[in-house]
């Protein structure tokens, strides 16, 4: 669908993207992680053909930019972060204006439109809003629904979901995986939960650098970690709690930390990676009357490989 090679973007001396290559398949969502600055949104403008690369080149369905730019163009739909919004106009008159401004001038037609993407966006309750008025959540919806506006085969999103809360980052993700049934979606974001819930596959972006690209899974697989187990427990002092755990098993580190709450001893508990000693825990607790308030294993595989592969030194 997607094949990149060698793309690099210059700004005077400052070099953004740096030979990146990557092949992304029809039906994929591929999600850019990096931190702040990494050339995520660089290589986003240069994939819609809004930046000019420096070199390098990028063919879509064997159509090639520059050359091609307008054909690539209509394949694409595009939500930058901040949604180019009029937010003087209700919501129903913006998509009206939106699409005619792509070609959809029958009326009939533009109503269809309208009617499934007030569906899949949930749109339907502000239809007649000012733009001006609505949440950051519901202006994000807004924008999927002008890039969604001509139902382009390739949706390129840029941190579709940065300054929102919990719930507006759930409606949004469950948006983008729904589409994702049957588009080819490209999106960037430097939150760990956000590509590893969302996406099939992940770029990992440092200082203008591809410096991992696989599944979720794959990227797990490829470094061997500490399982970590987060205890928490009441009615027992933080020493004796230590040298109760130390003692069932000496490969086990136990270290104290902050409490979840006030009134209990809480704990990180390090084992070899593989192992999972919950079951051993909460045997030897049960012989005690102290009180298991939590006891998760918890995996840090994804952040462990971000902070690797971005770490400043590098």
């Not at 924008?143 to 949004?172: F, K, R, V």
Request: contains cysteine.
């Amino acid at each position: 669908m997607i094949e990149v090679q060698n793309l690099t973007k210059y700004f005077k001396d400052f070099c953004a993207v740096n030979r990146i290559s990557m092949t992304i398949h029809k039906g994929e969502i591929l999600g850019l992680l990096g931190p702040n600055g990494a050339g995520k949104t660089t290589t986003l403008r240069m994939l819609t053909g809004y930046l000019k690369p420096s070199s390098g080149s990028i063919k879509i369905e064997n159509l090639q930019m520059p050359g091609d730019a307008i054909k690539i163009k209509s394949l694409i739909g595009y939500l930058p972060e901040s949604a180019p919004l009029y937010h003087n106009m209700l919501v129903y008159d913006y998509l009206d204006y939106v699409a005619r401004i792509k070609g959809i001038n029958d009326k009939e037609t533009r109503y269809d439109r309208f009617l499934q993407l007030t569906d899949l966006c949930g749109l339907s309750a502000i239809m007649d809003k000012p733009i001006a008025t609505l949440s950051k959540g519901l202006k994000q919806r807004v924008g999927l629904a002008h890039a969604m506006m001509t139902d382009p085969e390739i949706l390129i999103l840029d941190e579709p979901t940065s300054g929102l809360d919990p719930n507006q980052i759930a409606e949004i993700r469950q948006i983008i995986k729904t589409i994702g049934k049957e588009k080819t979606i490209i999106f960037s974001t430097h939150i760990l939960s956000e590509a590893e819930a969302t996406c099939d596959r992940i770029a990992i972006i440092n200082k203008g650098r591809v410096v991992a690209d696989d599944t979720t899974a794959n990227l797990k697989e490829s470094v061997k970690q500490h399982s970590v187990i987060k205890l928490s427990l009441k009615g027992v002092a933080k020493e004796a709690a230590a040298t109760l755990l130390q003692s069932i098993d000496s490969t086990l580190e136990v270290k104290g930390v902050d409490p979840v709450e006030q009134g209990l001893v809480s704990f990180e508990i390090k084992s070899l990676a593989g192992q999972d000693f919950r079951p051993d825990i909460y045997l030897k607790i049960k012989e005690t009357d102290w009180i298991i308030v939590q006891l998760i294993k918890e995996s840090q595989a994804l952040e462990k490989i971000f902070r690797e592969l971005t770490r400043e030194e590098r």
